[in-house]
């Protein structure tokens, strides 16, 4: 009855996305326990998930949190985020360590002389590849995500004209260059012809406000208005998920939702592409990735506040036309079943 630990620190998208090692371990290691640490602010990520056992976080209290660690007695520690500080913890256990592998070298080559060497591995497999000597395999059922019925979005919660299905556009994301411009927001709402629900945090509010202000019964701007897990039930709920480079991309994955994923800065290229699993029949059909393909594109691993060359060509020169042809195909593939209880 092995006893594990498992560390990823950060950040929602990168944790969603190790979510299969969590049930692939604890279903096929027999008897295994199995402990999560990673930032307080990033609680709600993994909280409801029923196959971790246990959950530390840090919230700058490396030494406390050490001692803490140190007297579970762990077999093994998992490594999923390889830095400073899950290095740091995995010396000061001195347990069996199995750590993924970074790919620093061959992201920077990606993204600062577009030198791909990058290998043709999503980074889920290579999460799961950390645990394989563990005798752990894919079972193919792609991402996880798990909320509670408290947590979930009531029908009051929304107007009453989203009830009959709508397009979830995540307009949020980490960093400005993974964002659509709210200029192109505005063409891309305004061509729309389905009722649109905008998700983002608190930083979204203003630009939310600004598309939504196009057409307010159209447009529903529920930036900064519900949590983390409420906003993603709206993406459970949604007949299509629109999203820029952010962890509800990866949460839309979970929920088998279509997709339509738009880069900026950063790219499918480094192995993050949506990801839903070997085993789900629809498979690449159920996502499609939209890029510009300039030269300069990616630019960076996590994207970043403004565009390196100051023209940020890789959101302004989106086609919101060919965007558009893109929902109404994906919308024509996937039933209207309204609101999903």
Not at 102 to 124: A, C, D, G, V, Y
Not at 176 to 193: D, F, G, Y
Not at 233 to 239: E, I, K, P, T, W
């Given at each position: 009855m092995p006893k594990i630990l498992i560390i990823r620190f950060s950040s929602i998208g990168d944790i969603v996305l190790a979510s299969p090692v969590f049930r692939c371990l604890k279903l096929q290691v027999p008897g295994c326990e199995l402990h999560f640490v990673t930032k307080i602010n990033f609680k709600a990520v993994t909280v409801h998930n029923p196959y971790i056992d246990r959950f530390f976080?840090?919230?700058?209290?490396?030494?406390?949190?050490?001692?803490?660690?140190?007297?579970?007695e762990y077999d093994y520690v998992?490594?999923?985020?390889?830095?400073?500080r899950s290095i740091k913890i995995?010396?000061?256990?001195?347990?069996?360590?199995?750590?993924?592998?970074?790919?620093?070298?061959?992201?920077?080559?990606l993204t600062q002389f577009n030198i791909n060497i990058m290998p043709k591995r999503h980074i889920t497999l290579r999460s799961l590849d950390t645990v394989a000597e563990l005798g752990v395999k894919d079972d193919g059922q792609g991402l996880d995500y798990f909320i509670t019925e408290d947590e979930k979005i009531k029908e009051k919660d929304i107007p009453?004209?989203?009830?009959a299905g709508y397009i979830a556009l995540v307009i949020g994301a980490s960093y400005a260059t993974k964002k659509l411009p709210v200029s192109k927001l505005r063409e891309l709402c305004t061509k729309i012809n389905h009722p649109i629900i905008l998700i983002g945090g608190k930083e979204d509010i203003a630009a939310g406000s600004q598309v939504a202000a196009i057409d307010d019964v159209k447009i529903y701007n529920a930036c900064g208005k519900f949590s983390l897990n409420e906003s993603a039930d709206l993406v459970r709920r949604a007949r299509l998920v629109i999203s820029h480079d952010t962890g509800l991309q990866y949460i839309a994955c979970a929920f088998k939702k279509?997709?339509?994923?738009?880069?900026?800065?950063?790219?499918?290229?480094?192995?993050?592409?949506?990801?839903?699993?070997?085993?789900?029949?629809?498979?690449?059909?159920?996502?499609?990735?939209?890029?510009?393909?300039?030269?300069?594109?990616?630019?960076?691993?996590y994207g970043t506040d403004t565009c390196p060359l100051e023209h940020f060509n890789c959101?302004?020169?989106?086609?919101?036309?060919?965007?558009?042809?893109?929902?109404e195909?994906?919308?024509?593939?996937?039933?209207?079943?309204?609101?999903?209880a």
């Amino acid at each position: 009855m092995p006893k594990i630990l498992i560390i990823r620190f950060s950040s929602i998208g990168d944790i969603v996305l190790a979510s299969p090692v969590f049930r692939c371990l604890k279903l096929q290691v027999p008897g295994c326990e199995l402990h999560f640490v990673t930032k307080i602010n990033f609680k709600a990520v993994t909280v409801h998930n029923p196959y971790i056992d246990r959950f530390f976080y840090y919230n700058h209290n490396m030494d406390d949190l050490l001692q803490t660690l140190k007297e579970q007695e762990y077999d093994y520690v998992i490594d999923l985020h390889a830095n400073f500080r899950s290095i740091k913890i995995c010396r000061a256990l001195q347990k069996k360590t199995y750590r993924i592998r970074k790919l620093s070298i061959e992201k920077f080559l990606l993204t600062q002389f577009n030198i791909n060497i990058m290998p043709k591995r999503h980074i889920t497999l290579r999460s799961l590849d950390t645990v394989a000597e563990l005798g752990v395999k894919d079972d193919g059922q792609g991402l996880d995500y798990f909320i509670t019925e408290d947590e979930k979005i009531k029908e009051k919660d929304i107007p009453h004209a989203h009830l009959a299905g709508y397009i979830a556009l995540v307009i949020g994301a980490s960093y400005a260059t993974k964002k659509l411009p709210v200029s192109k927001l505005r063409e891309l709402c305004t061509k729309i012809n389905h009722p649109i629900i905008l998700i983002g945090g608190k930083e979204d509010i203003a630009a939310g406000s600004q598309v939504a202000a196009i057409d307010d019964v159209k447009i529903y701007n529920a930036c900064g208005k519900f949590s983390l897990n409420e906003s993603a039930d709206l993406v459970r709920r949604a007949r299509l998920v629109i999203s820029h480079d952010t962890g509800l991309q990866y949460i839309a994955c979970a929920f088998k939702k279509p997709l339509l994923a738009i880069w900026g800065a950063t790219t499918p290229a480094l192995q993050v592409e949506p990801y839903y699993g070997s085993s789900f029949i629809p498979g690449n059909s159920m996502y499609e990735n939209i890029l510009t393909g300039i030269s300069c594109q990616p630019c960076s691993k996590y994207g970043t506040d403004t565009c390196p060359l100051e023209h940020f060509n890789c959101m302004y020169k989106q086609n919101i036309d060919t965007i558009v042809k893109k929902i109404e195909i994906k919308l024509s593939q996937t039933p209207n079943n309204g609101w999903i209880a």
